[in-house]
């Protein structure tokens, strides 16, 4: 009958199975976060010129995604493949422009960017010997990197608190792309609904922050958006294409 045939179905698809096809939809959404930035890049190149164009969310990235692809590791947090490879895909691309930067940059920022990248290599030197050498269990070495991911998880989210502020006083929400604003709510539940399916303690931790953040960014989207004029409107089109280093949340 269907209703055997549908038992038997269900058996076959294990809550494992579903955690995986999640975490693939998840790193699809959060390629297209880590993708975002590439216009801003695309102008650099052409103008030869950062500007006035700041590195520091990018290199914020890079130590992020450094120390989720450690935790993500089977010597650390075993049956975490997609959390590696999604971060280690953003790494990659996070290199790449920081790089294009790091060319078309002066002096001083280029300072700035080899003194921060060397840091954060060193760091993440120091976290690693220190997790494989003194922690022997993949339960302990999970405790704490997994604990690392969320701070740097949370201070990374400092920066759209201040952008959400920034709309409540202007009334306006030329400060806060709309779509940027529900990528980020897509890509924190999605790897939510990931962690909770075979419960991660970390993973859901970081990403109900994110997802908590882009459901406050949509209300408030959705609140002051009337108030927002035309010519603002304009801007906030604007910022989509050429800000898009507001989006960095967490991916994983």
Not at 53 to 65: E, G, Q, T, V
Not at 221 to 226: E, I, L, Q, S
């Amino acid at each position: 009958s269907f209703c055997s045939y549908l038992k038997v179905i269900l058996k076959m698809v294990t809550a494992h199975t579903i955690r995986n096809i999640v975490g693939i939809i998840g790193n699809v959404i959060s390629f297209f976060l880590f993708a975002s930035p590439a216009p801003t890049f695309s102008k650099i190149y052409k103008n030869k010129s950062v500007e006035e164009f700041k590195p520091d969310p990018y290199l914020a990235a890079i130590m992020n995604c450094m120390l989720w692809v450690f935790f993500g590791l089977p010597i650390v947090h075993p049956d975490s493949i997609l959390v590696v490879t999604i971060n280690g895909l953003g790494l990659v691309m996070e290199l790449i422009y920081i790089t294009i930067y790091f060319v078309y940059a002066n002096k001083k920022g280029r300072l700035k960017v080899i003194c921060w990248i060397l840091v954060e290599v060193v760091f993440l030197a120091i976290v690693a010997a220190c997790t494989l050498s003194l922690l022997h269990t993949t339960a302990r070495r999970s405790a704490v990197v997994g604990i690392l991911c969320i701070i740097f998880n949370v201070l990374m989210y400092i920066s759209p608190l201040t952008i959400m502020g920034k709309v409540i006083r202007a009334k306006s929400v030329k400060y806060m792309p709309f779509y940027l604003s529900l990528a980020n709510f897509l890509n924190g539940s999605i790897w939510l609904t990931y962690a909770l399916i075979e419960f991660d303690i970390y993973l859901t931790v970081g990403n109900g922050l994110g997802a908590l953040s882009g459901i406050v960014q949509l209300i408030l989207y959705a609140c002051y958006y009337k108030s927002t004029s035309k010519d603002d409107e304009v801007k906030e089109r604007e910022r989509e294409l050429e800000l898009s280093d507001s989006r960095l949340q967490s991916t994983s």
